[in-house]
């Protein structure tokens, strides 16, 4: 495993959702670079046990690790001199989806806090409700509704973190993280909405 402050992040984030009972969707992770920027990419999606697939409820997940911190992180571990802190972009997108009719907005809205628990000094805020409408080109499939939910923030990481990244301050954080995400896919996966069977149960 690659002995890295951002890799250290993933694997804290990893063991948090893990401990929430939460079901990692395997086929949707991913790590990429942005060759033009520099930038180092890592999605993957979360979902509640036993919800079929595609799950009813899933949380996507995305760490940005941008050039700059990258270079705050380098002159640190160079130089020992603590700068400034490196962060770790954040986004987290809820996704209802296999619904047979839109979904009011105002119901997500009323489980779907404005704020996450803190992270460190920081919060990640809500940014969006949106609604999509998808009509596949094989007729006999019926037309499939969604609502997604987007929170984007920024996580900085401590110095004793970047010293040690086997320290609890990562597991205290998205420890945290990782129940506010179950808790909210449990109350969006309450709502009395009407579903299409998931395409493991046809």
Sequence with gaps: ??????????????????????????????????????DLVWATSYGLPGEGQPPRVVAHITFTWPSWSQATYR???VEEIYHEAPVIEMEI????????????????????????????????????ISSETISAT?????????????????????????ADGTNKLLDEHFGSLGGWVASTLVKLGDLQLTYHPADDDK
């Design 75 to 77: 002159a640190w571990y």
């Design 1 to 38: 495993m690659l002995d890295h402050v951002f890799t250290d992040a993933i694997g804290a984030l990893r063991d948090a959702f893990t401990n929430a009972f939460l079901e990692r969707q395997a086929f949707e992770e991913h790590l990429h670079s942005d060759v033009l920027l520099g």
């Design 138 to 162: 094989d007729t006999t499939r019926p037309t499939d509704h969604a609502a997604e939910v987007v929170y984007h923030g920024a996580y900085e990481l401590a110095e004793a973190t970047l």
């Design 93 to 128: 997108v809820f996704r209802v989806q296999r619904l047979v009719s839109p979904v009011d907005a105002a119901k997500i809205a009323g489980v779907a806090p404005l704020t996450s628990p803190r992270l460190g000094s920081q919060q990640l805020t809500r940014e969006s």
